[in-house]
């Protein structure tokens, strides 16, 4: 059973670097709209939008798919916006290209849940947040003031 760490989502919140957010179109209705906006908006990441379409989304270029993505592009985290059913794939397609990018974790969004693709993804040396939000995770390290 998997187990979101408290310090690798902290690690994955406080690094400036990037972004891929699968999922992502100008469709500003959209959770992967919304939640990219406020990674580059408001906590200053760089983002790749990922979708079939590889339109230019907050002023970033698309890619249709991870693989389109040039190489020795440094990339940070790779987060999902897909169906449960759907993320296995995303995951063996980071996993290949992994190194290329230099990818270091998956992020799967919240209702976003894969098992055997975080297993394989950690097998390949990826760190694994799943089921969760980065908007959610980013109140959670600031310090409680009274």
């Not at 890619?63 to 993320?87: E, Q």
Request: charge should be negative; charged fraction near 25%.
């Amino acid at each position: 059973m998997h187990q979101n760490d408290p310090d690798l989502i902290r690690q994955l919140l406080v690094d400036p670097g990037i972004w891929v957010v699968v999922g992502l179109s100008n469709n500003s209705d959209r959770a992967a709209w919304r939640i990219s906006r406020y990674l580059k908006m408001e906590q200053g990441k760089g983002i790749i939008p990922i979708h079939p379409r590889a339109e230019m989304v907050h002023g970033q270029q698309g890619y249709a798919r991870i693989s389109d993505i040039p190489d020795g592009t440094d990339v940070k985290v790779v987060d999902c916006f897909v169906n449960s059913d759907l993320v296995g794939a995303v995951v063996d397609e980071v996993i290949a290209n992994k190194d290329r990018l230099t990818i270091d974790a998956i992020w799967m969004q919240v209702g976003v849940v894969d098992g055997a693709a975080a297993e394989r993804a950690r097998a390949a040396g990826l760190g694994v947040v799943m089921d969760t939000c980065p908007k959610i995770e980013y109140p959670k390290m600031r310090p409680i003031s009274s």
